[in-house]
Each structure stands twice: as structure tokens, then as C-alpha cells.
């Protein structure tokens, strides 16, 4: 099956600073990768998403790109603010519905 | 956007005494949800997909006599958490998705469950 790595496991960033979140996964079939943000005691949101067939997406401050000959995607947040300090989680697509967890990044924000 | 509301948020029982916990599709029809078992500080551990009038599947090592799942409509799963023990206590959270493969997963909001 699917196998989803995430790096780094923590991030500090300086308010006002870029982020950037990688993860690998080693199914080529995968096609579609979510990003999802958990802040405490909360369920994971979705905040964006790529499929396969596009190398690069972007919302306000967060994008996010996939190199699939490489099976990696990455995600870049700018401009950050304290409010972006939560857990990260990227996902790939499985067989089915299933999808593949990363192992979250914990991002700390620091006014 | 699709919501998936959960409850209860946290619930404490007695050792031996069962906990259901309810995960509802408030604006689409889920055939599919999935139910989650999260430990503090990692990742989403997938316990196992509840079908839409037939039984759930379990993922491996998951006791399906533990973890009673039923998913009698299309907005409706439950997961009931038979004769709890503390090692039970964690975050269980749902998710449903709203099409198939190629759609994101909508989370609720999660239920801390406290076993004493």
C-alpha cells in the first residue's frame, strides 16, 4: 500500500516568515493530495489540495506543489502569522476512498 | 462546503461501561465514512470504513467486537466503544467524503474519550 512520509516532525518559524512542509509517498498511482490543518482538540480542515495532473496550486498565502516523477509535494506558507501555528498533515490517495496520512508537522509561529 | 458534525466532544465513562459516538453528514449523503484513532502528537491511525448498509471494514488489529461500527443511513455512522478500558481513552475523529476517489475527506470535529 501507500507509504507517506512528512518532514519535518516540528517548525519554528519568526512571524512574517515562509514555511515549508515536504512529504514523499510511493504509490504513482496516487493522484490526489490533500493538505489538512488540526489545531488543538480540533478535526483536521482541509485547506488545499492538488491532484496529479497539476504541478502547482496556490490560495492567498499557502500553495502547494507536487513533483510526481519524484513523488514528492511540499507545502509553502508566507507571510506567516500566529494563527497558522497548528499540526500539518498531508494525505495522498489510496485505493477506493482511502487515503494516507503523513505524520503531521507541528508549526509553532513565533510573534 | 460539506459538514461532518460529531459527537459528542468528550465524554468520560466508567471502566466496563460502552461509549457510542455519533458522526453525521449534515448537507451530503456519505456512503463511505471512516473512523480514526488519534494518540497525542501523531498521526491519524485509520481504524476502519463503514459502508452504507453493510458491515464496516476493519483495518488490521482493530477488534471489530470492540469497536462496534454501524452505518444504517446515508448520513448516519456510529462507532461504539465496547466495555472501555482505560488504553481506550483517546481522539476519535470521522470523516466522510463527499464523491469518490479524488475528493478530500471532511473531518468532524473529533471525541476526546476519557476511560477512568
Known amino acids: 500500500g501507500e507509504n507517506v512520509e512528512q518532514h519535518p516532525s516540528t517548525l519554528s518559524v519568526q512571524e512574517g516568515d515562509s514555511a515549508v512542509i515536504k512529504c514523499t509517498y510511493s504509490?504513482?498511482?496516487?493522484?490526489?493530495f490533500p493538505w489538512y490543518k488540526q489545531e488543538l482538540g480540533k478535526g483536521p480542515q482541509l485547506i488545499i489540495d492538488?491532484?496529479?495532473?497539476?504541478g502547482e496550486k496556490k490560495d492567498q498565502r499557502i500553495a502547494v506543489t507536487l513533483n510526481k516523477t519524484a513523488k514528492h509535494f511540499s507545502l509553502h506558507i508566507t507571510e506567516t502569522q500566529p494563527e497558522d501555528s497548528a499540526v500539518y498533515f498531508c494525505?495522498?490517495?489510496?485505493?477506493?476512498?482511502?487515503?494516507?496520512f503523513g505524520t503531521g508537522t507541528s508549526l509553532t509561529v513565533i510573534p | 462546503g460539506a459538514v461532518v458534525s460529531q459527537h459528542p466532544s468528550r465524554v468520560i465513562c466508567k471502566s466496563g461501561t460502552s461509549v457510542k459516538i455519533e458522526c453525521r453528514s449534515l448537507?451530503?449523503?456519505?456512503?463511505?465514512m471512516f473512523w480514526y484513532r488519534q494518540f497525542p502528537k501523531q498521526s491519524l491511525m485509520l481504524m476502519a470504513t463503514?459502508?452504507?448498509?453493510?458491515?464496516?471494514?476493519?483495518e488490521q488489529g482493530v477488534e471489530k467486537d470492540k469497536f462496534l461500527i454501524n452505518h444504517a443511513s446515508l448520513t448516519l455512522s456510529t462507532l461504539t466503544v465496547t466495555s472501555a478500558h482505560p488504553e481506550d481513552s483517546s481522539f476519535y475523529i470521522c470523516?466522510?467524503?463527499?464523491?469518490?476517489?479524488?475528493?478530500?475527506?471532511?473531518f468532524g470535529s473529533g471525541t476526546r474519550l476519557t476511560v477512568v
Open positions: 463503514s459502508n452504507e448498509g453493510s458491515k464496516a471494514t476493519y
Open positions: 494525505a495522498a490517495s489510496g485505493t477506493g476512498n482511502q487515503f494516507y
Open positions: 470523516s466522510a467524503t463527499l464523491t469518490g476517489q479524488g475528493s478530500g475527506y471532511t
Open positions: 448537507d451530503f449523503q456519505a456512503t463511505t
Open positions: 504509490d504513482s498511482a496516487s493522484n490526489y
Open positions: 492538488i491532484r496529479s495532473n497539476v
